[in-house]
Structure formats: structure tokens, C-alpha cells
């Protein structure tokens, strides 16, 4: 599924502009715990969480993630998007809370894998 | 990949702006060389978990990394408090990190863990008052 879908399908906020969201996501995984997600993500999938600082973004990089959405209206960092621009790392937000979020991406057929 | 190359990276304690740099800059690396990506995925894991290691704990600290047509060695010393119990900071979920970091979602005591399952050696040494090395290795001709 492309990325692209699920911002229309969701009604995601995009936070970083001018973004090629046409890319892949293959899979799903949440949590808020760096360590975690550093540990059992897997490449290509969507992140959600509700950590809001810039290393989220170097955890996403590092994972090769599709990108990151942030639950409950939360707001990025500044020093967030710049990075996630320069990383082009998508970061995107949903008034939902994360276990509305993901029932909603698992609907749409995303799993964790 | 026949190919050897070496170098290092320096760490500063408390700069989270940073965090993940070293690791991004050696999985670049790896990627340039030509590493499975399997084994890329193994070495920056251990390597992202390190260096935040040396940033929430230390005042400072060093990458070091060697990559041979055998293996990828990386050497990361710090001048910290140092582990006064490196069994139970093994442990998984032992973490004495401060609230503030683990609000940013570090300090779940997860990290040596990771760095463990993901290598194929590691050795932690510590002093206390002086600092941690620790010293891992994933071996590159396994599966080739």
C-alpha cells in the first residue's frame, strides 16, 4: 500500500511538505520505545507513536521506516522536521489515539511482519 | 567484499540532537562496502544502542570500528560513571536511566540486550568512576 493512501484514507496531517509520498509501506509497528522499535521494526513499515523529539527520526532512518505518524494530535518538534526533512523521513499526525489508529491501519489490511 | 576499512567516531554525552549519527554514518558505510543487508540491519542496531548508551550516561566517548572480509569490530569506550553491575545491566528491562530520558522513550532497559542478540560477541568491560568499553563483533562470512 502506498503511503500516499493512507494519508487520504486517514486524513493523516502531512508535517513535512513536498515529501514523494508514493513510497511502499509494507507493514506496520507501535510503540514508544526507541529501543524497541531500534529492535523490532521492520524496514518499510509505518511507525506510530507518540514520541515527538528528533530521534525518532534517526530511529526511522536507521530502520529504513516508510515513514512516522504521531496519535493524539501531537505535534512535532521543530528540530524534528528539519530533520525529517533532511533525512526524508515523512512525519505525519492523527487526532486519534494510537489504539484507534491502528485498528484503522489494520482494517486497511496493514499487519506487523 | 575483500575490502578493510577502520575508523572512529566521537560521541558526546548529552547531545541527543546527535543521537544515531555514528550508527547512520557506519551503516553507510557498510552499505558502501557492499555488506549483506542482514548484517547491516544486525550492526546498526548494536551500533544505534551503543552510542545513546555513551549520550544518556557518560560525559564522552568514542566509536571505534573495523571492518575486515571476516567480521565488523566495534570498540566503544566512554568516560562515564561506569556499570557497577554489569550482570544486572544485562538484565532485560534493568535500566537506571532518570525519568526525562525515558519519557523520550531511551532508558527501557533494553539496550545491552539488543546489542547482544544482535552480535555474535560482546564483551563489557567497566570501572567504575572511570567508564565502559564495551566490544562486539558480527562476523560477516556466516551465510556467505
Redesign the interface.
Known amino acids: 500500500m502506498k503511503l500516499q493512501e493512507l494519508v487520504n484514507s486517514l486524513s493523516l496531517e502531512v508535517k513535512t511538505p513536498g515529501m514523494d509520498l508514493n513510497r511502499e509501506v509494507t507493514g506496520g509497528y507501535a510503540s514508544?520505545?526507541?529501543?524497541?522499535v531500534?529492535?523490532n521494526a521492520k524496514?518499510g513499515s509505518i511507525w506510530i507513536?507518540l514520541?515527538v523529539?528528533?530521534?525518532?527520526v534517526?530511529?526511522a532512518?536507521?530502520?529504513g521506516l516508510a515513514g512516522i505518524i504521531l496519535v493524539n494530535n501531537r505535534m512535532p518538534d521543530g528540530?524534528t522536521l528539519k530533520k525529517a526533512s533532511e533525512e526524508n523521513i515523512p512525519v505525519m499526525t492523527s487526532p486519534l489515539a494510537a489504539f484507534e489508529l491502528i485498528g484503522r491501519l489494520y482494517t486497511l489490511g496493514l499487519r506487523c511482519r | 567484499m575483500n575490502k578493510s576499512t577502520e575508523g572512529v567516531f566521537f560521541l558526546t554525552g548529552k547531545d541527543f540532537a546527535k543521537a544515531g549519527v555514528a550508527s547512520s554514518n557506519l551503516k553507510a558505510i557498510l552499505e558502501g562496502m557492499g555488506v549483506q543487508p542482514d548484517i547491516i540491519r544486525r550492526a546498526a542496531i548494536a551500533a544505534f544502542e551503543a552510542e545513546v548508551n555513551v549520550i544518556i550516561y557518560a560525559v564522552a566517548g568514542m566509536m571505534h570500528y573495523s571492518i575486515t572480509s571476516g567480521m565488523i569490530k566495534i570498540i566503544v569506550q566512554d568516560m562515564g560513571p561506569g556499570i557497577p553491575d554489569i550482570k544486572l545491566a544485562m538484565t532485560e528491562g534493568y535500566s537506571t536511566a532518570p525519568d526525562y530520558i525515558r519519557e523520550m522513550g531511551f532508558g527501557s532497559g533494553m539496550g545491552l540486550p539488543n546489542i547482544k542478540r544482535s552480535t555474535d560477541k560482546l564483551t563489557v568491560n567497566s570501572v567504575v568512576g572511570e567508564g565502559t568499553t564495551l566490544e562486539f563483533i558480527i562476523n560477516l562470512n556466516k551465510t556467505a
Do not use: C, F, P, R
Open positions: 514508544d520505545l526507541l529501543s524497541d531500534i529492535g524496514e507513536t514520541q523529539h528528533l530521534n525518532i534517526a530511529v532512518s536507521l530502520k528540530d
